[in-house]
């Protein structure tokens, strides 16, 4: 079965339910390259800990985690900032105070280098549109412009594409696909706010706990029941 | 007359001979945000010092050094790799050893993140396309495409542009802007080998030589004539 994969991807991980879930669809076809990048968000500790795992469930061919210790040194952001509180954002369409400039760019552009020099094909990530009134780089036409940047910026012959396969789906679509697919929820984390147990109350957890209500399933973190 | 200088530029500062050209262009129009990147390159000692040097010269209104570790950690290119030797390129056109994967996409996302959090309006990076047979994130189409990605990828307000002043000019034509303009290039590091003296037989040692000889401009720091 495996020797019929041919082509390496390259999976940003960052242990949210989004990236596991993509792991799941490119574990499908392809072998595993797994990176996480560590940009000094406040609950990387945990959200390390969650691509260990998930690169162990998968038994990835590959794993990399990766300093970019400038994004939290530029600052800006509350996902980062520790001054900055995080906060519920009121007005839904407006930039929230998590949002870090440019972030997926500069993720993306380590996974392509990784990609050129491992020979892997594919980078896939786990950005999802519904998600992105506020954040500009979570949009598909922010991947179209990254795959002609990738297109002219690499190799002729690396032949890297960028694919992200949830930027269409709602949140509990991506659930419902998971369970699909059987990614391991368990081994995930999304809150924005705390490490140990989730606070329920940030826009990420919001957001996950209304995901799994609709798609009818229960989330094994328990934050879906901690919300009613 | 400082203050007729509204605008902020970030300026990407190697502590080379292009971008402290470049530096001298944007100081023309320009309040001045400096930015190093330290990418494991081998001779960063010596380049970090001459970037302090080149901000200070220009009294820079910001300067921000960032830590890049991954595209040493991820290898591949003799600028980074220590087990790869510095060797000059045989045959023109052909992607050199020094190739680093992908890394002005790497550091320009760098510059993008900043100038969103700093409101610049400008990036200057010292790119020359006559060096980029081999280097394809050194030619107008990949800032072209990168610009695209800019305008997509940040805030619709942060009106980002990242210009190339000395894309399309010859090294001998970048001395003479740089005299002209009273840049400093004693100040500033070239050799890709060492950090002393300039080896005088890396690709970049050459191209620095050819280009003060073609442009009848003594090197201050001696390369031109120890290659005689």
Known sequence: MSEQKKELAVVLVSGGMDSCVVTAVAAETYRLACLHVNYGQRTERRELACFHEIVKHYDAEKALVVDLPHLAQIGGSSLTDRRIPITPSDSPGEIPPTYVPFRNANLLCVAVS?????????????????????????????????????????????????????????????????????????????????????????????????????????????TGRSRR
């Not at 896939?124 to 002219?152: H, K, S, W």
């Not at 059987?182 to 919001?206: E, I, K, M, N």
């Open 114 to 222: 990784w990609a050129e020099i491992i020979g892997a094909t594919k980078i896939f990530i786990g950005a999802v549109e519904q998600d992105a009134p506020g954040y500009p780089d979570c949009r598909t036409v922010f991947y179209r412009a990254f795959n002609e940047l990738v297109r002219v910026g690499t190799r002729p012959e690396a032949d890297i594409e960028v694919v992200a396969p949830l930027i269409g789906m709602t949140k509990d679509e991506i659930v419902r696909r998971g369970v699909a697919l059987r990614a391991p929820f368990h081994l995930t984390w999304s809150c924005y706010a705390q490490q140990d147990v989730p606070c329920g109350a940030c826009d990420s957890c919001l957001l996950r706990s209304r995901a799994f209500e609709k798609a009818g399933v229960t989330d094994p973190l328990g």
